[in-house]
């Protein structure tokens, strides 16, 4: 097990987020990460590396450049205009009002903000810049270092970010910024099998029209779930990318039976393209236990999910994504690597 880390994590800790109309401690925290490193403690088998930092083209590569320097600056732009607190939106562009790069930060940040529930302060350009080269420091291990599989262990998440819009608490797309690190380095098909409980929206929308990146979702039901307004199975791309997108979105409760099933769906798609590099954006949000979502998989199940995965047999790169229940999380999370290592192992 090849684990990327970064000293970074922790600089990116909100006061709190809207939830259902009241302002709560931040789920996404950076015990989170403690508690997945712990787990890891005494594993013989795990390695920890540090991440080796690839500069900023790879993430331009992915997210505009506006949207880039807008990450770097609106924290220290939100203190010298007198605020006090966590940059949070509160008004957004939608249509009928005027979509323009604006001058006021309240109406800068809500034209990059797509929800409410995903502060930024000081440290948090530095943990996603840090987050972006800890994911791209696993492609690399996978896809130059001709490993079987790295895991990138960091928070905040990145799936839900755009090109060039943040919210349900990602920044930066880690998963797309390898998938197109890959194809930069050369690769000419690359897959990414999101199993966080949410839709990969931003991971979607990146790759739309494109048919060199296969985007696969199994996710709760975007009628009754975050982020709601994309992620339906009739969803299937655009252009040249049409048939290039797989959304398998499923019932509240959902279990580890119905989950395998989607997984098959999924794995048959994978399998029927050539595909170099698998990207696996990996959130333990599915936990029966965890606080904002309400698939029911258990802690044993996370093995089965590892297992599933490493039988499609391709050069793998885990994503650490969401997992809101803190205590399981760690073991959660070993899981799905360890039924992985065993299943290749065998
Ligand atoms: C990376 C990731 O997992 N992001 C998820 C962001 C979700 N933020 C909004 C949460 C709203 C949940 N409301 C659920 C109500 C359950 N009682
Ligand atoms: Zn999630």
């Given at each position: 097990m090849n684990i990327f880390l970064n000293d970074k994590v922790a600089l990116h800790e909100g006061q709190g987020e809207m939830h259902q109309g009241k302002f709560v401690p931040c789920f996404e925290s950076p015990s989170r990460l403690n508690n997945i490193l712990s787990a890891f403690e005494n594993?013989?088998?795990?390695?920890?590396?540090?991440?080796?930092?690839?500069?900023?083209?790879?993430?331009?590569?992915?997210?505009?450049?506006?949207?880039?320097?807008?990450?770097?600056?609106?924290?220290?732009?939100?203190?010298?205009?007198?605020?006090?607190?966590?940059?949070?939106?509160?008004?957004?562009?939608?249509?009928?009002?005027?979509?323009?790069?604006?001058?006021?930060?309240?109406?800068?940040?809500?034209?990059?903000?797509?929800?409410?529930?995903?502060?930024?302060?000081?440290?948090?350009?530095?943990a996603v810049y840090s987050g972006a080269q800890t994911a791209l420091s696993a492609l690399h291990c996978v896809f130059q270092g001709n490993k079987r599989m790295?895991?990138?262990?960091?928070?905040?998440?990145?799936?839900?970010?755009?090109?060039?819009?943040?919210?349900?608490?990602?920044?930066?797309?880690?998963?797309?910024?390898?998938?197109?690190?890959?194809?930069?380095?050369?690769?000419?098909?690359?897959?990414?099998?999101?199993?966080?409980?949410?839709?990969?929206?931003?991971?979607?929308?990146?790759?739309?029209?494109?048919?060199?990146?296969?985007?696969?979702?199994?996710?709760?039901?975007?009628?009754?779930?975050?982020?709601?307004?994309?992620?339906?199975?009739?969803?299937?791309?655009?252009?040249?990318?049409?048939?290039?997108?797989?959304?398998?979105p499923l019932d509240n409760g959902a279990d580890m039976k119905v989950w395998l099933q989607a997984f098959e769906t999924a794995a048959s798609k994978v399998k029927a393209m050539d595909t170099e590099v698998l990207i696996v954006p990996l959130g333990v949000d599915t936990f029966v236990d965890d606080p904002i979502s309400n698939f029911t998989l258990t802690t044993e199940d996370y093995l089965t999910m590892g297992e599933a995965i490493a039988r499609l047999d391709l050069p793998t790169v885990f994503i650490m994504e969401g997992g809101y229940d803190v205590g399981p999380i760690g073991q959660n999370v070993f899981n799905v690597l360890s039924g992985f290592n065993a299943e290749t192992n065998k």
């Open positions: 594993e013989p088998e795990a390695t920890f590396l540090n991440a080796t930092d690839y500069g900023l083209q790879p993430i331009l590569d992915v997210h505009a450049t506006d949207y880039v320097e807008f990450l770097q600056n609106i924290h220290k732009d939100w203190l010298a205009a007198g605020n006090t607190g966590d940059v949070i939106p509160y008004i957004w562009p939608v249509p009928g009002l005027k979509r323009i790069a604006h001058n006021n930060l309240n109406a800068r940040v809500g034209y990059y903000a797509f929800s409410s529930d995903t502060p930024i302060m000081q440290g948090t350009w530095q790295a895991f990138s262990l960091s928070r905040p998440p990145g799936h839900h970010a755009h090109r060039s819009s943040y919210g349900g608490y990602c920044f930066l797309n880690n998963a797309a910024i390898c998938a197109q690190q890959a194809i930069t380095l050369g690769a000419k098909k690359v897959a990414i099998l999101d199993v966080d409980f949410h839709h990969g929206n931003g991971t979607q929308d990146i790759f739309y029209e494109r048919n060199d990146v296969l985007t696969i979702s199994i996710h709760g039901n975007p009628e009754t779930n975050f982020p709601y307004y994309l992620g339906y199975s009739e969803e299937t791309g655009a252009d040249e990318g049409i048939g290039f997108n797989l959304n398998l």
